[in-house]
């Protein structure tokens, strides 16, 4: 059975920072492309960062390019998500999500999802 656990969400004020991790089970991590989504009250799911499985490449959704930073430590099973200079606007639940080959943006193209953890970026 394939678990992804998410922790380190929390409060934090505006500029601020906090790293996220997302340790999983019941799969070869080292295959899996890693992705971190985000949703915000009343809105959809967003793409944030996704990293291929060797951690050679990575994307980032425009809002958060020099703010924040994925990266993994697959003998961990861990991906992790640094995000400084926090904004009210990154005020949502984050979650880790995994699927094979090859990076996507797409919610849907991924196969299996933690149950998030919410960050709140006060002003």
């Known amino acids: 059975q394939v678990q992804l656990v998410e922790s380190g969400g929390g409060s934090v004020q505006a500029g601020g920072s906090l790293r996220l991790s997302c340790t999983a089970s019941?799969?070869?991590?080292?295959?899996?492309?890693m992705g971190w989504f985000r949703q915000a009250p009343g809105k959809e799911r967003e793409f944030v960062a996704t990293m291929t499985s060797n951690g050679g490449s990575t994307i980032y959704v425009d809002s958060v390019k020099g703010r924040f930073t994925i990266s993994r430590d697959n003998a961990q099973n861990t991906v992790y998500l640094q995000m400084n200079s926090l904004k009210p606007e990154d005020t949502a639940v984050y979650s880790c999500?995994?699927?094979?080959?090859?990076?996507?943006?797409?919610?849907?193209?991924?196969?299996?999802w933690g149950q998030g953890t919410q960050v709140t970026v006060s002003s």
């Open positions: 999500a995994a699927r094979p080959l090859r990076v996507s943006q797409r919610p849907t193209a991924y196969t299996y």
């Open positions: 019941g799969l070869t991590f080292s295959r899996y492309v």
